[in-house]
């Protein structure tokens, strides 16, 4: 009896001591972010409490109690909820020349992967360009990746197919070196010149990827409906030697619900073989790209498209004519550079009498525009959304003539979170924050955590609204009250504060 009594107060004790919360010894913080509603990134339910930021990093979660605490800044939260600030897992920029990328920080991302598509800064040293990039007055951090089609022109391949062992021993050398200031590999498999690539290449270059433990993100050969497996599949084979992610997952043709879950069960049987294979989504249901889309492979670099005006003009107009018709019709594509911005291919065409085939023959070329491609249903891309094995990125940029490089982030939240319902706050948190951080192996970012670094949003969701149309591509996402970034207040209220902090971010 006298050993049971024991047992009970020992262990009330230690329930007791496990209880209580020991304050932590902090004298001093730069920012206190009170009162607010924490949402902290793994898809956890919200909790009220207090966010205290050193630095640049989250010294401590709970409420100090303490007289003597001396706090630079508070922040009172009330109301509101607070969150790391989100992760776009693919966009587009130059940050030597747009910096401040604002139309990222106003739809709440403090974080961004350039280098997409197979096409990052032509520089041998790329350290030395990072170096550079780091001394901007940076308003995001940059995650930057080894393009594919730039190893091969920097390597002086271009658009060769078959390579010889010297030219592949090249490559992998200058990939060797740039990954240890990146976090990956890109490729661009649709665009010159890297759909040249044999498989053969692209193994060989997956091997490096995986001894350094980085991802190989894709761009992939074929997103039409009726390729998109074997495209996948091609990816998966990459995957035995290294993580593997397809950069916004869409089916171009593809419909419904049903369409979409033999994508994802696709995606799931690959991974059930061992290969960590991810992948992303936007928002939208048009694609955006260079027009050299809708060209032949032989026809889509300047010298090619020059060769092939001049001895295979008919059949270079008859394959734009059913490339195109199948991509829903000229009235589907969105013209973005000028004197056609904004027109459709069917209204640009008609403003020069022209059958919309001659036209981009004649008056445009492969490389004379972007556009918008009105090309995926609403339905699938939607169930692919919701996919725990799908995260959010943009694909979009400063510049870009489409709403997703200023809209994406908030129109989750606005509309799959507060209208329709898709996902829970804490789910789409998760999509942006922790789950992009663990694909890229971020360890310090995408969760709200005692030593993790202070990239933190405030809003409240149901103020979160992306203006960007496709008419008026540019204009900011409105909700997110504060931003900060490395501990830092860069945007208050809709104004950008002066001096920005985002760093460049180099792997682990």
């Known amino acids: 009896?006298?050993?049971?009594?024991?047992?009970?107060?020992?262990?009330?004790?230690?329930?007791?001591?496990?209880?209580?919360?020991?304050?932590?010894?902090?004298?001093?913080?730069?920012?206190?972010?009170?009162?607010?509603?924490?949402?902290?990134?793994?898809?956890?339910?919200?909790?009220?409490?207090?966010?205290?930021?050193?630095?640049?990093?989250?010294?401590y979660i709970g409420k100090i109690e303490s007289p003597d605490l001396k706090i630079g800044k508070i922040i009172d939260a009330k109301g509101k909820f607070v969150s790391p600030g989100f992760i776009d897992l693919h966009a587009h920029g130059n940050p030597l020349r747009t910096p401040d990328f604002e139309n990222f920080l106003a739809m709440g991302v403090t974080s961004i992967v350039l280098g997409q598509d197979g096409s990052s800064p032509k520089v041998q040293d790329l350290k030395t360009y990072l170096n550079s990039v780091n001394q901007q007055n940076l308003g995001v951090n940059i995650i930057e990746f080894v393009g594919h089609g730039t190893l091969r022109n920097l390597a002086g391949i271009g658009i060769k197919s078959k390579i010889s062992a010297t030219e592949l021993e090249s490559l992998k050398s200058i990939l060797q070196e740039q990954l240890k200031f990146s976090f990956g590999l890109s490729t661009g498999l649709e665009y010159a010149p890297g759909l040249y690539a044999e498989e053969s290449e692209l193994i060989e270059l997956a091997k490096i990827v995986g001894e350094q433990d980085k991802i190989i993100m894709s761009h992939m050969r074929n997103?039409?409906?009726?390729?998109?497996?074997k495209s996948i599949d091609e990816l998966a084979k990459q995957g035995k030697y290294t993580r593997v992610h397809i950069a916004h997952l869409k089916s171009v043709f593809g419909k419904g619900a049903q369409r979409a879950n033999q994508i994802l069960d696709n995606i799931k049987q690959i991974r059930k073989s061992g290969v960590q294979l991810t992948a992303d989504v936007y928002p939208y249901m048009a694609s955006y790209t260079g027009i050299s889309i809708v060209?032949?492979?032989?026809?889509?670099?300047?010298?090619?498209?020059?060769?092939?005006?001049?001895n295979r003009k008919t059949e270079l107009e008859t394959f734009i004519?059913?490339?195109?018709?199948?991509?829903?019709?000229?009235?589907?594509?969105?013209?973005?550079?000028?004197?056609?911005?904004?027109?459709?291919?069917?209204?640009?065409?008609?403003?020069?009498?022209?059958?919309?085939?001659?036209?981009?023959?004649e008056d445009v070329g492969p490389q004379g525009t972007s556009a918008a491609y009105f090309v995926m249903n609403k339905e699938l891309q939607e169930t692919l959304l919701q996919d725990d094995l799908v995260g959010i990125c943009s694909d979009g940029s400063k510049t870009g003539f489409h709403p997703r490089g200023h809209g994406t982030f908030a129109k989750i939240i606005e509309n799959y979170v507060i209208k329709g319902s898709l996902l829970s706050l804490e789910k789409a948190v998760q999509k942006m924050t922790s789950y992009p951080a663990e694909i890229l192996q971020l360890k310090d970012r995408g969760l709200l955590k005692i030593g993790k670094k202070a990239d933190i949003i405030i809003f409240n969701p149901i103020n979160v609204k992306a203006t960007a149309t496709y008419v008026n591509p540019h204009q900011l996402a409105t909700g997110f009250d504060m931003v900060l970034v490395n501990g830092k207040l860069v945007r208050e209220n809709e104004q950008l504060k002066t001096s920005l902090s985002g760093k460049v971010l180099l792997p682990e």
């Open 295 to 310: 060209f032949p492979d032989w026809s889509k670099t300047t010298k090619q498209f020059t060769v092939a005006k001049r």
């Open 321 to 361: 004519r059913n490339k195109v018709n199948l991509r829903n019709g000229p009235e589907a594509t969105l013209l973005a550079s000028a004197p056609y911005t904004g027109k459709t291919l069917a209204e640009a065409a008609a403003s020069k009498n022209k059958p919309f085939e001659k036209f981009l023959v």
């Open 223 to 229: 997103e039409d409906d009726d390729e998109l497996k």
């Open 1 to 59: 009896m006298k050993n049971r009594i024991f047992q009970l107060v020992i262990l009330l004790l230690v329930i007791q001591l496990i209880g209580c919360k020991t304050e932590p010894k902090i004298t001093s913080v730069d920012i206190a972010i009170i009162n607010g509603n924490i949402i902290d990134g793994t898809g956890a339910k919200d909790y009220k409490s207090n966010i205290y930021i050193k630095g640049d990093s989250i010294v």
